[in-house]
């Protein structure tokens, strides 16, 4: 895990993520895992049993997932909405951005690392796209630099999901 603890947060959806794949990881599969191995253990030669290796290996990728949520779930710090981060981007922000010379428009959500598998509207906080945007209100430009070129986008709209 990073030491920058900028690349530690996460949104209160996100830890609720982790949370729910601890959950499962530890109540669903790795009881069925551990039985597997069990009954593969049970007939007899292991040297050559095909389920029982596949099962055993399975199970030592659980436990360091599980061990890996752990540290997450303890370690990171959830940031939470707060009514004075409204007008400004922020972490957690879902942001809408125009680029006028590409006519282009997207819109995405800032985060951290953990949050972003399965995510493809979900930026890196630590993104050049994002480090732009920070402090930012709706009508600044933010100019995105790149080994290839610069990048000029305008912030259209800032919105936060404010939970319960």
């Known amino acids: 895990m990073p030491k920058n603890i900028r690349s530690q947060l996460i949104t209160p959806e996100g830890m ?3 949370k729910e794949e601890l959950n499962h990881l530890w109540r669903v599969e790795r009881p069925d895992i551990t039985n597997k191995v069990s009954w593969a253990a049970s007939l007899g030669d292991r040297s050559e049993n ?7 290996k399975r199970l030592r990728e659980i436990d360091r997932r599980l061990l890996y949520l ?9 940031i939470e909405y707060h009514p004075h981060m409204e007008g400004k981007v922020q972490f957690g922000a879902w942001v809408t ?3 006028e010379a590409k006519k282009l428009q997207r819109r995405f959500r800032i985060v951290g690392y953990e949050e972003l598998i399965g995510n493809k509207d979900y930026i890196s ?6 480090k732009a945007l920070l402090d930012k209100k709706v009508g600044d430009e933010a100019i ?12 259209l709209k800032i919105e ?3 939970g319960d």
């Open 16 to 18: 609720e993520g982790l």
């Open 50 to 56: 095909a389920d029982y290796h596949y099962n055993k």
């Open 70 to 78: 752990r540290r997450c779930i303890d370690n990171f710090k959830v």
């Open 97 to 99: 951005i125009k680029n």
């Open 125 to 130: 906080m630590d993104s050049p796209m994002a």
């Open 144 to 155: 995105v630099e790149t080994k290839m070129a610069k990048f000029i986008w305008h912030i």
């Open 160 to 162: 936060y999901e404010q």
